[in-house]
């Protein structure tokens, strides 16, 4: 019981009492109704991009397979697609302080999940997703600055509009975001029951899917 009560103030000073209740609420209903939510989230590189700093000196670099082929799956929560994703062009950025403490990967030709959604980009728009930061290493600002690395690079590519996701229960995620200079654009959501499947996706993505 004691535990449960600390975890949950902990939850509701960091989260808040609205956006706990509201999680709480979305959880259950998925115990019914399964379906996903995710904020969708937008970023223009037309302007000057700051580079944010982290707390303990994580240098950033464009990742190459040989950086993550030999990282262990389970504790960097690799997908097993890393050498797919390179040889369909697309990039993978890291952090290292000694070890790789984060990577994240973009991809150019369309922003996509196989449950959720297929949006083609244009050559000037680029999609940020499966972001980690290692959990021992976690609340250092490794990922807002990550973000900011990799806009700046993107920028050199004359990329000038990148967009990333995170699921509405990743507070610490969205935090980041926001702190890179991410602007919400709106949500996705996704429900499927049987044979019944609805896609819902923010304005952004409709008018790129047109």
Known sequence: ????????????????????????????????????????????????????????????????????????????HLSGLESYEIRHNCDCYIGVKDKVLFYIWVGYNNIYDDKIFDVELNSKQAYLYRAFTHPGHRGLRIYPAGLS????????????????????????????????????????????????RKVRLPKILQALAT
């Open 149 to 196: 690395y990799v806009c700046q690079e993107l920028k050199k590519k004359n990329i000038e509009k990148c967009f990333i996701a995170a699921s509405f229960e990743n507070r610490s995620s969205i935090k980041g975001i926001y702190k890179a200079g991410f602007l919400k654009v709106g949500y996705v959501t996704y429900f499927k029951l049987h044979n019944y």
């Open 1 to 76: 019981m004691i535990k449960f009560l600390t975890k949950l103030c902990f939850n509701i000073r960091h989260r808040g009492l609205v956006s706990l209740t509201l999680m709480v609420c979305v959880r259950l209903i998925q115990k019914i109704i399964p379906f996903e939510l995710l904020l969708f989230f937008e970023k223009s590189l037309n302007e000057p991009i700051k580079l944010l700093d982290t707390k303990n000196n994580v240098f950033f670099k464009h990742g190459k397979y040989a950086d993550i082929q030999d990282l262990n799956i389970k504790e960097y």
